[in-house]
């Protein structure tokens, strides 16, 4: 039988469990040996004595429905930049051949590893130092990922930013204010869009979308005159005016992102309270988004990739990542999807629809 190792690695998303679980099983059905490698790939680079993970049928029972990843993830854990003690603090170092060594004296024939663009382009990389073997699955709740119509994820953060919309139509029209509420979406606006859509938004602001502050004024200023006291507004936190009024940039360190994180409701909170002079208040969903368990249809397509990446293993596709096409399973080569973010285009059905309702997206003619 061959040994194979999975790895979780950035920012989680509802579902990594129950991929961790399908491909456990389905190689263990063709009895091969599975472990799992903890934060990202630390368990491979740290000597740390548990490091690496026997995963057995008990040690995968029960944990589909679960949020967060029973190996934990890394935000930090890039083998070609990895944090490593210098005289001053840490300093990225590349370990890659350290990696794949240990890979290889360890006695792992293939990695599964699920992950986001960055762990994607990591995996081909990887594979160029000499890794034998690399199925991607594709994870983020961004929905960012190139070459898949959906990741797993997704419609867990759409669902409970969707709640959130709800819950905040009532207080928000009861004090007949404006609400700006932020949702991830560093590149791409597919949390705000579906969840604007769904959660009866009357603005979407957006990544692929600059906005003009006027813009969104004037929807306010057109619902007060129908008697619509209170206006939603969501903005995806990559969301930025047109000109650079307002540009949230991709901050590469974890602290400034952090403090980048906010910026865009805040602002648009305050910029339209001026504008129309009524109260506005913002707030900022944040990591709410990706705790907690999958919905079903997240739990499900997390199951249907974790078994397809042990299905390609066994049937010897050679490397790529799994990827959901027209509802089928398919294998797309990794330097296809390396790089790349999938962003929403501006004549997909979703877009179309929003403005047909008259939602604003804050590019509308003066
Ligand atoms: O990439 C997924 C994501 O949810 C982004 O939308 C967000 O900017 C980022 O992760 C924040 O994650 P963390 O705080 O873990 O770095």
């Known amino acids: ?119 994607m382009r990591i995996a081909h990389q990887l594979l160029q130092r000499g890794l034998p073997l690399v199925i991607g699955v594709p994870k983020t709740i961004d929905n960012d990922v190139c070459c898949t119509d959906l990741t797993f994820g997704f419609d867990t953060a759409v669902s409970i930013a969707t709640e959130a919309l709800d819950r905040l139509h009532t207080t928000t029209e009861a004090h007949e204010r404006i609400m700006v509420v932020e949702v991830m979406g560093r590149h791409a606006g597919w949390i705000a869009l579906n969840a604007g859509i769904a959660g009866g938004a009357d603005a979407i602001l957006m990544p692929e979308i600059p906005f003009r502050f006027e813009a969104i004024a004037e929807k306010i200023r ?13 903005a995806a936190e990559g969301a930025h005016a047109q000109g650079g009024e307002l540009i949230i940039k991709d901050a590469g360190d974890a602290f400034r992102r952090t403090a980048v994180l906010g910026g865009v409701a805040e602002r648009v909170a305050k910029e339209l309270a001026a504008r129309t002079g009524k109260e506005a208040r913002s707030m900022v969903l944040g990591h709410l988004q990706r705790g907690g368990g999958p919905t079903t249809a997240d739990r499900l397509l997390a199951l249907r990739f974790g078994a397809a990446a042990a299905r390609c293993l066994v049937e010897d596709c050679g490397s790529g990542m799994v990827a959901l096409r027209a509802n089928r399973i398919e294998l797309v080569p990794l330097e296809e999807v390396a790089g790349k973010t999938k962003t929403v285009p501006l004549d997909s059905d979703t877009v179309v629809t929003a403005r047909e309702m008259g939602l604003c997206f804050g590019d509308e003619a003066p």
Do not use: C, M
């Open 1 to 119: 039988g061959r040994k194979i190792a999975i790895s979780t690695g950035g920012g989680d998303a509802p579902g990594l469990n129950a991929v961790i679980r399908a491909a456990t099983l389905g190689a263990l059905e063709r009895g091969w040996e599975v472990w799992g490698i903890r934060q990202g790939y630390r368990g491979l680079l740290d000597d740390a004595p548990d490091g690496l993970i026997r995963l057995d049928r008990e040690r995968v029972r029960g944990i589909a429905h679960l949020g967060g990843t029973i190996l934990g993830t890394a935000n930090r854990g890039d083998p070609f930049h990895y944090p490593t003690p210098g005289e001053h603090g840490l300093v990225p170092r590349d370990r890659s051949e350290d990696l794949v060594r240990r890979f290889r004296a360890e006695g792992f024939d293939a990695l599964i590893s699920v992950g986001g663009d960055g762990s």
């Open 222 to 234: 057109l619902r007060e005159s129908r008697g619509r006291r209170f206006s939603i507004v969501v």
